[in-house]
């Protein structure tokens, strides 16, 4: 079985905002692939918003936008996995093992592995990876698979945060936004691997040993289109490229190595 990741940096998903307005849908080209790798017409979805695992009602909102993008828009068979619902190990077993694809929403990234590894379900999840369910998810849901990742705590202030390690390097998300460049790369002086930095509207696509980079427009932000950076110190000096967009696959080796 090929083991399959879609790992988004981030990204709006016309969700309602808090003052009524509808947030653009930012990440079309992403969920088009997604479901592209099922080679099914009509997969099954299944949404597990743990990052936000201090509200269900926030949780079965998020489930709610995610639906009318997977359901109603594309076609999918659409389930929703709690929080709340981990501790029953058989009803968890049933739905990962009806799922094609396995979705993990954004928020906080520390409490969802926290979660994950006190009721078992991080070792679910690696099985099925490796049954070849395809995992995937946006900011905390694309960061966590990796050894490191920068972590917001407040405003303005992130953190280096251990996280599962099913890839080893080091991830952050948004980088677009203010303050991230400039957290991670001071964080990347204690680490001995590579830094992969995503925007908004940016991802990984990767299938085994290999690699793609896919990057949406976003005419609603200060830049035009999504973007992937690999940052590394070597000989004591910090070195940031930026990645180029492949309709081919590249070798998985190359996105984690210290080169350009």
Request: aromatic letters at 12%; one cysteine or more; proline letters at 1%.
């Amino acid at each position: 079985m090929s083991r399959k990741m879609v790992l988004i940096g981030g990204g709006e998903n016309g969700r309602i905002l808090e003052n009524g307005e509808k947030a653009p849908y930012e990440t079309e080209l992403m969920d088009k692939e997604i479901i592209r790798l099922t080679n099914k017409k009509k997969p099954n979805y299944l949404f597990i918003d743990h990052a936000m695992d201090f509200s269900i009602e926030i949780q079965d909102s998020y489930y709610e936008t995610m639906k009318k993008i997977y359901g109603e828009r594309f076609g999918c068979c659409c389930k929703h996995l709690r929080s709340d619902e981990l501790e029953n190990k058989e009803y968890v077993q049933e739905l990962v093992n009806w799922a094609d694809i396995i979705y993990e929403g954004g928020g906080n990234t520390s409490s969802m592995i926290k979660l994950w590894k006190k009721t078992g379900f991080d070792a679910i999840l690696y099985d099925a990876w490796n049954k070849g369910k395809i995992i995937c998810g946006i900011s905390a849901g694309a960061v966590c698979w990796f050894k490191y990742c920068n972590s917001d705590v407040n405003e303005n202030e992130f953190t280096l945060l251990e996280c599962l390690g099913w890839h080893n390097a080091f991830i952050t998300p948004h980088c677009d936004e203010k303050g991230r460049l400039e957290s991670s790369k001071e964080q990347l002086k204690d680490l001995n691997c590579v830094n992969i930095l995503m925007s908004n509207c940016s991802s990984i696509e990767i299938i085994d040993d290999k690699y793609k980079i896919i990057n949406e427009n976003c005419s609603n932000r200060n830049f035009s289109k999504g973007y992937v950076y690999k940052a590394y110190i070597e000989n004591g000096k910090y070195n940031i490229v930026k990645l180029k967009e492949s309709k081919s696959f590249l070798s998985l080796s190359l996105l984690f190595e210290k080169h350009e």
